[in-house]
């Protein structure tokens, strides 16, 4: 293994400038390859994996003409070498009968793009960058990365739903009301294409242990009504204590929930004001 195929850490101190800047349609990554072959000497040549190459490459070509990547961008870049390196892993072991150069290509891609995603999660360790920080606490349990996290979140300077949703699921084991009011930013934050469901059972299960039984209901009638998973119709109205007048309410609340959230709506919807009551647990 040579140094020419490690080209990770270039891109985080690489400074270079392109008439390339500017323009709205990036070339596919054969042509990408072909004009910056320091990009894929280290990425094997067949079809397999061919959506996490793509965006391996993409995202390097990207970054070949940024300046100083943001953290976000570092972050991302991490995500997309995981994906490559983990797809790659897979398709090494597949022994390929009548070109087994194939497969040697593979292996010595996995190996490689083992190598860059140590030396990059090395490089980044101890980052002040809360995205950079969050890739180490939710990878590594680095305490010293959570603190930053926390941090900014507590500061309002994370906007990432992705992040402050996780960030709400770590609060849920100790602190539901915190969970709660994460969750509800997450909503605010929410329209249908960026949307889990999941994350209205994160809410409904904080309110159970707020012994809030409505809004359990409720956020569990809007996850059902959003993945349209089959539920025990009793044990749902068990929750309100049997009573079905209330439970048909609950429901076009439910309703209403899920279409503000579709139309990314919730900030400024009239049912936030009934999921921002706060309980004591």
């Known amino acids: 293994m040579t140094r020419n195929f490690v ?11 392109s008439s390339l800047l500017g323009c709205e349609k990036q070339p596919d990554t054969g042509t990408i390859c072909k004009n910056n072959p320091e990009l894929c000497n280290d990425i094997h040549a067949d079809s397999w994996c061919r959506y996490e190459k793509g965006d391996l490459i993409r995202k390097r070509f990207k970054l070949k003409f940024t300046e100083s990547p943001t953290g976000e961008q570092l972050y991302q870049h991490l995500l997309n070498l995981e994906k490559y390196n983990k797809c790659i892993e897979l398709a090494a072991g597949v022994q390929h009968i009548l070109h ?16 860059n995603l140590a030396q990059m999660q090395d490089s980044t360790k101890n980052s002040e960058d809360f995205y950079l920080a969050f ?3 939710t990878r590594f349990n ?3 990365a959570q603190k930053v996290v926390l941090k900014a979140q507590k500061d309002g300077k994370i906007k990432d739903i992705q992040l402050l949703s996780q960030i709400a699921s770590y609060y849920q084991k100790f602190d539901p009301k915190q969970s709660n009011d994460i969750y509800l930013e997450v909503l605010d934050l929410s329209h249908e294409d960026n949307f889990n469901p999941d994350w209205l059972l994160g809410l409904s299960n904080n309110y159970r242990k707020l012994n809030d039984l409505e809004l359990t209901y409720l956020l569990s009638r809007a996850n059902v009504i959003m993945t349209k998973q089959s539920v025990s119709e009793q ?3 068990a929750l309100l204590g049997g009573d079905k007048s209330l439970m048909q309410f609950l429901d076009d609340q439910a309703e209403e929930l899920v279409d503000v959230i579709e139309d990314g709506g919730f900030a400024n919807s009239s049912i936030k004001a009934k999921l921002q009551r706060a309980p004591s647990p």
């Open 142 to 144: 680095d305490l010293n």
């Open 235 to 237: 044990k749902m109205l």
């Open 135 to 137: 890739y180490h606490w």
């Open 100 to 115: 087994p150069e194939r497969t040697n290509d593979r292996v010595r891609a996995f190996g490689l793009s083992a190598q």
């Open 7 to 17: 080209i990770i850490t270039s891109f985080i101190s690489f400074v270079a400038f």
